[in-house]
């Protein structure tokens, strides 16, 4: 009796499976039809049948989306999958950092075998990232397999991962001759050995040629050994054969990734079970995987591609229509939506569209979005206005903002069209079109808070467009780094945001929580107000952790770690931030852990310690952290200050045009502002006393009106001469005043300087650095240190300039003996 369906493994494959008990990662590359998912999903039960954890993924779409998708849905049911669901695919090193924390803390502590096929359909440098640093991780108890029919991994990573990495390609999995001859025995077949040679030479082991040459030869008798294409062999061996409702019933198989057999019916349209069975059951490229779901394998997948393509169009539409209509009645409400679109069944289309409230969206819908209504029937868009509105909230994430302003009008026709919609209805849509309107006027604070008050009055409930959860400040560290538009403008927009935000917090549930009373903070300590800096700012604590606004409460954080170097108090929480401590904190966001850097990284940059300075902050080769587009004028100063730090002027100065450039959209005139002041420091780095005295006019003229002297104070270090000329001319007030706040900042850095890091500082120093460090404490001049020591006046200059840098002193100011001292209090 044949048993041509039968599935083969040889006791050299089973050994080498085996293999894959003992290692973390395993890498199964090999081309279409090797057998690479069959013989996974053969070790995996064996593993599920000794009462392992077996997950299972495959890759369908190519996108970042998609993918990350598949993993929260692979660990659904955990507690890990929970957290995994509040995160995104990581895509820089802070967010891998995170997830990866949350598999040491959370990963079930039991073997788990997770198992991810297909991976050459994914297009996505940051899932690959992902995977690597997964497996260089190395959890005990974590399995990965992996199934490509490309590379994986580099060669350079491979190296790395080293012992860590299992690797199998089409050598392995290839049948050998003695075992092309057991596995035609136990199908059945009775072959001589000039056949057998014949078929091993032809097929090279390719197993599922084989497959249909085993097929192809209980029919008629004779091999394929000369067959032009294996596509051409499937649909001669396959299809073509079968009768005409089954070749249409094989069709519809292919045309979904995954598939139920009553789906293949509902599809065809009449009742066809038997037919539908009798195909499972003689088709082994058809595929039952562990969800209850059946997959044709690629190949026979590619082949009824391909002769579907040949069907009348009519019938195509009738077909996708279906597929659509049937994953909406399972109300798999997004998988529903390309069939409906290629099937032109609009109706089907906005009425599932209207379910997916919280669309996270597929790649390929992102290309549709604008296709969709365009080319739905007028009398159909007025039926769906709430299809409308889900579709123009996505097409502003994306920003999609010509179509979203077309849509708002077809969006605004259908509403007035639509008779069946009460008042109170009409009025909630009008409400939500003003809250995505609202978005529009970012950064007019005014402007935004006109449009909340309207949607205020006209919704009845809480707008769907708005989540507390989101990241009120877009990842900034600064309030004012996102809002102050322009100069002689820092008490109204303080009074701008105290008056619009609480007309907000009403309508959002309190969404952005203390972000009024951090702006008022944020000014005063702009304009030099230290000791005024706490009340406002405590307000803000308290109404960010009491509303659970962890974004606020970092920028509090920036806030006070800036102010408190005016006291001569070392920041902790800087130091936290700079250790990536994240899990002290009580945020998970992988942005809030950028935005952490950005804090941590301008106040080391000010303290004079860029060795603690995140290098991505500092790094141009394009690696760095994702920022939402509003707050890269905030990275882009925080950056420059950082620069600053490692003494790179002349890389500032090549990067500062693209920088001030990002700010010009937003008029973010803070940001401005601190590029300007820190582009005078560059040219004084540098020695250009021209150009830093024509950028620092500039930034003078920039800050004089509102008093913005933080930024020159910050750079004093820098821009001292210059500011002391500046005194005597024209803004003399703002430069007077940088004076004078500088003095204060470079009395505290000393204080943190010499408390906290003056023992490390010591030990830099070398024998005799340390014996002229003493004396220059002790009062002792130049002159009477070289003479005490036999070395030249200019020899002790360089020496004392080396322990200043070893100090951390800053070499410019008038009073470095006096902060020596601090280091040697018994001199």
């Not at 190296?159 to 392995?172: A, I, P, Q, S, T």
């Not at 959860?469 to 600064?478: D, K, L, N, V, Y």
Request: proline letters at 3%; glycine letters at 6%.
């Amino acid at each position: 009796m044949k048993r041509l369906n039968n599935l083969y493994y040889s006791k050299r494959i089973k050994e080498l499976l085996a293999e894959l008990q003992t290692v973390g990662t395993t890498l199964l590359v090999a081309p279409m039809g090797y057998g690479k998912t069959l013989a996974v999903q053969y070790f995996l039960q064996e593993q599920e049948r000794c009462g392992k954890k077996v997950l299972r993924q495959s890759i369908y779409g190519a996108g970042a989306e998609a993918f990350w998708q598949g993993v929260c849905h692979s660990w659904q049911g955990t507690e890990l999958g929970a957290a995994l669901l509040q995160q995104s695919l990581p895509a820089d090193a802070n967010a891998k950092t995170l997830v990866l924390e949350l598999f040491r803390q959370l990963l079930p502590q039991e073997p788990i075998y997770w198992f991810i096929d297909d991976l050459h359909l994914l297009e996505s440098s940051e899932a690959i990232d992902f995977l690597y640093a997964l497996s260089k991780a190395g959890f005990a108890d974590l399995h990965l397999l992996l199934v490509s029919r490309g590379q994986i991994f580099d060669g350079s990573r491979l190296l790395e991962l080293g012992r860590k990495v299992f690797c199998l390609d089409k050598h392995d999995l290839a049948l050998q001759r003695d075992e092309l001859a057991e596995y035609s025995s136990r199908c059945g077949l009775q072959l001589t050995t000039q056949q057998l040679d014949a078929l091993h030479e032809a097929c090279e082991g390719w197993f599922s040629v084989t497959y249909l040459n085993f097929l192809n030869y209980d029919r008629y008798q004779r091999f394929c050994l000369d067959a032009g294409s294996v596509y051409e062999m499937i649909a001669n061996v396959l299809l073509r054969p079968l009768p005409s409702e089954q070749q249409r019933l094989l069709l519809l198989m292919g045309q979904p990734e995954e598939f139920t057999p009553e789906q293949v019916a509902f599809a065809y349209g009449t009742s066809c079970r038997e037919s539908v069975s009798r195909l499972l059951e003689c088709n082994a490229f058809i595929i039952r995987l562990a969800n209850g779901r059946l997959r044709c394998h690629h190949m026979l997948k590619q082949a009824t591609r391909h002769a579907f393509g040949l069907l009348p169009e009519a019938e195509q539409q009738m077909y996708f229509r279906r597929l659509g209509q049937w994953y909406a009645q399972q109300r798999e409400y997004e998988e529903a939506l390309d069939w409906l679109y290629r099937g032109r069944d609009f109706d089907g289309l906005l009425a599932a569209v209207q379910q997916l409230r919280d669309w996270s969206m597929r790649p390929q819908h992102r290309q549709h979005l604008f296709d969709w209504l365009r080319e739905c029937p007028s009398e159909i868009l007025w039926q769906y206005p709430q299809a409308v509105l889900i579709i123009m909230r996505r097409m502003f994430s994306l920003n999609m903002v010509p179509e979203m302003l077309q849509v708002k009008e077809w969006y605004v026709t259908a509403l007035e069209r639509n008779t069946a919609l009460s008042q109170r209805e009409r009025d909630n849509y009008y409400g939500e079109l003003e809250v995505i309107l609202s978005f529009l006027a970012f950064n007019s604070i005014t402007g935004m808070s006109e449009h909340h008050r309207r949607a205020y009055k006209l919704l009845s409930g809480a707008p769907q467009t708005l989540s507390k959860q989101g990241i009120w400040t877009f990842g900034a560290p600064s309030v004012l780094g996102l809002y102050l538009r322009t100069g002689c403008s820092l008490r109204q927009t303080v009074e701008d945001m105290q008056e619009c935000m609480p007309p907000y917090y009403l309508l959002s549930g309190w969404h952005g929580a203390g972000a009024a009373e951090l702006t008022e903070a944020e000014a005063l300590l702009l304009q030099g107000r230290i000791d005024e800096v706490d009340m406002p700012l405590q307000k803000a604590y308290y109404q960010a952790e009491k509303h659970g606004q962890e974004c606020i409460a970092i920028c509090c954080d920036f806030l006070e770690m800036q102010r408190d170097l005016f006291r001569g108090v070392y920041s902790s929480k800087a130091e936290a931030y700079s250790r990536h401590q994240w899990q002290l904190q009580p945020w998970k966001q992988s942005m809030l852990l950028n935005t952490a850097d950005m804090c941590a990284g301008f106040y080391y940059a000010l303290l004079g310690k860029p060795e603690y300075i995140p290098s991505w902050l500092t790094d141009g080769n394009g690696q760095q952290p994702s920022v939402l587009y509003p707050a890269r004028p905030c990275r882009n100063y925080i950056s420059a200050q950082c620069l600053l730090a490692q003494g790179q002027y002349t890389e500032l100065l090549v990067r500062w045009s693209d920088w001030e450039q990002e700010c010009r959209p937003y008029s973010n005139f803070l940001c401005l502002l601190y590029l300007q002041v820190q582009r005078a420091a560059a040219f004084a780095g540098r020695g250009d006393v021209t150009s830093c005295r024509a950028s620092l006019k500039q930034a003078l003229a920039m800050a004089e009106a509102d008093k913005l002297v933080l930024p020159l104070a910050q750079n004093i270090a820098l821009l001292r001469p210059y500011l002391e000329q500046e005194a005597q001319g024209e803004y003399s007030a703002a430069a007077a005043a940088a004076l004078h706040l500088g003095q204060q900042l470079e009395a505290g850095r000393g204080q943190i300087m010499s408390a906290r890091f003056a023992e490390a500082g010591l030990q830099e120093l070398t024998e005799q650095e340390l014996q002229i460090a003493q004396l220059a404490a002790a009062r002792h001049t130049n002159r009477e240190i070289a003479q005490r020591l036999s070395l030249s006046e200019g020899t002790i200059k360089q020496y004392l300039n080396k322990i200043f840098a070893k100090l951390q002193i800053d070499a410019a100011a008038k009073n470095k003996r006096h902060q020596l001292e601090r280091f040697f209090p018994n001199s």
